[in-house]
């Protein structure tokens, strides 16, 4: 079941680690990085596995969440991940479109987001590749390459990518997609695989609506 999939990403679930963690003073400001809601050097880029943003390296503790995009810009909160689970994290940027949602799973290494999630409307981060929100079915599957496996709407995991097929894309980029389509047909919910190349879904208006992706390389 594509339920199963997903289980090793959430269920990690005790947040009672998140008394350990020190909530930012969104009082104070940055002199290094005000609060713009923009990050250092303008760059809204995520090369997945790799680096989002500022974050080069896949250890980002508060501290260095502070000291890369200010302490009056740096949130702490729960972060939904499904079925009425949480992870303790932090929101960077919190309420505005350069929002990002950092996740930790507390029983795994505590310095290693879990992920890191994109979703606001308009939000200006994107992929190196040029994933964004918004792009259609059809478009992230010209730019993996070739068609890929995702899961049927309508439920907490609707819409996620679970297989790339072997394209360009890999487990370092986790991508939720939703239906804008009325009347789309049934076939496409519930707790199923569909292929992005199934005919059913040419005529419907299925955009990228979330990305996830870890700040350094997945094992």
């Known amino acids: 079941m594509i ?19 020190k909530p930012a003073n969104t009082q104070g400001t940055s002199e290094a990085e005000p609060a713009t809601g923009a990050p250092p050097k303008n760059d809204f880029i995520i090369v ?10 896949d250890a980002v503790t508060e ?38 949602e950092v996740a ?17 409307e308009g939000t200006p981060w994107k992929t190196d590749a040029g ?22 709407f309508g439920w907490d995991y609707g819409g996620r990518v679970t ?19 009325e009347n789309a047909p049934e076939d496409i919910f519930g707790d199923r695989e569909i292929s992005s190349d199934n005919p059913m879904l040419k005529r419907l208006k299925i955009q990228v609506w979330m990305m996830e992706v870890g700040a350094g390389k997945r094992d």
């Open 3 to 21: 339920r199963n999939l997903f289980i090793s990403f959430l269920v990690f679930t005790v947040l009672a680690c998140q008394q350990n963690q």
């Open 48 to 57: 997945p596995g790799q680096r989002v943003g500022p974050f080069t390296s």
């Open 63 to 100: 501290t260095d969440l502070v000291e890369a995009f200010g302490e009056a810009n740096v949130e702490a909160a729960s972060i939904g991940v499904g079925e009425g689970f949480e992870l303790p994290g932090f929101k960077i940027f919190p309420g505005t479109k350069n929002e990002l």
């Open 104 to 120: 930790y799973d507390p029983d795994a290494d505590p310095n290693r987001p879990a992920f890191i999630r994109v979703s606001q």
């Open 131 to 152: 994933v964004k929100l918004g792009i259609t079915l059809q478009e992230l599957q010209q730019l993996n390459g070739k068609p890929f496996l995702f899961s049927g």
């Open 163 to 181: 297989d790339w097929k072997g394209g360009a894309f890999n487990a370092n980029l986790m991508i939720s997609l939703d239906n804008f389509s």
